[in-house]
């Protein structure tokens, strides 16, 4: 079964500067998505950006960029330019391919508390 | 476009009430998904529907648990009769057909069983 690991419960950042939000994950598989998902106090799950396995170029998305590492098994959230809005719970997914025939479920890391810093 | 809509955002029951939590994906998605979050357990899938066909149930706790899906528009999650562990956030996912990796959130129930 395939496993994900954030072990910073908590991280903080001061407005305007750049913070890596760490995730490793576990898996035989070779193809497969990972995602961040941001929620703020709302509950509110929302997707951050999203990385295919087999694509080697990391993701971006505006202020936020993924460093992925696929023989490391590493797949980290960086963000620039961190605005108060940013603050939230943030989430590393982990799902198969479909080519893999594995379950579509997506494994969820226990979570980053992001806090910005005025 | 209207995102995935939950129903209702907050419930309060008390042990051994029956709970029924509502789901409506967005419209032409074809995967749905129920998802529970706890302190302890964080995020975990219950089930999950494919074309209004359960999947994968693995998730589901036990037989108190039940979910269905009559249509591809609506989906319901119920507990009978609930218990003060099932307290959680119940969230509801769906995806469309042609990009099934990439998961939408509704805003999620809280339930409260006392």
């Known amino acids: 079964a395939q496993t994900v690991t954030q072990s910073q419960p908590e991280m903080s950042v001061q407005e305007a500067e750049t913070v890596t939000l760490s995730c490793t994950y576990d898996?035989?598989?070779?193809?497969?998505?990972l995602f961040w998902y941001k929620q703020p106090p709302s509950r509110q799950m929302i997707l951050v950006i999203r990385?295919?396995?087999?694509?080697?170029q990391n993701a971006t998305e505006n202020r936020f960029s993924v460093n992925f590492q696929k023989a490391a098994k590493s797949f980290s959230l960086k963000i620039s330019d961190s605005q108060l809005g940013d603050a939230a719970m943030y989430f590393c997914?982990?799902?198969?391919?479909?080519?893999?025939?594995?379950?579509?479920?997506?494994?969820f890391g226990k979570g980053t508390k992001l806090t910005v810093n005025p | 476009d209207a995102g995935v809509i939950q129903s209702p955002r907050h419930e309060v029951t008390e042990m051994g009430q029956e709970v029924t939590l509502r789901c409506k994906p967005i419209?032409?998605?074809?995967?749905l998904f129920w998802y529970r979050q706890t302190m302890m357990r964080g995020l975990e899938l219950l089930i999950y529907?494919?074309?209004?066909?359960?999947?994968?149930d693995s998730g589901m706790p036990e037989d108190r648990f039940s979910a269905k899906m009559p249509n591809a528009s609506f989906s319901t999650l119920k507990i009978q009769p609930s218990e003060p562990r099932d307290s959680a956030v119940y969230f509801c996912?769906?995806?469309?057909?042609?990009?099934?990796?990439?998961?939408?959130f509704g805003p999620g129930t809280r339930l409260l069983v006392l």
């Open positions: 529907f494919n074309n209004n066909v359960p999947i994968d």
């Open positions: 996912a769906s995806s469309l057909e042609q990009a099934r990796e990439t998961q939408y």
């Open positions: 990385q295919e396995a087999y694509k080697q």
């Open positions: 419209s032409g998605h074809n995967s």
């Open positions: 997914a982990y799902r198969s391919a479909l080519s893999q025939g594995g379950s579509e479920k997506l494994v």
């Open positions: 898996t035989s598989e070779s193809d497969y998505y």
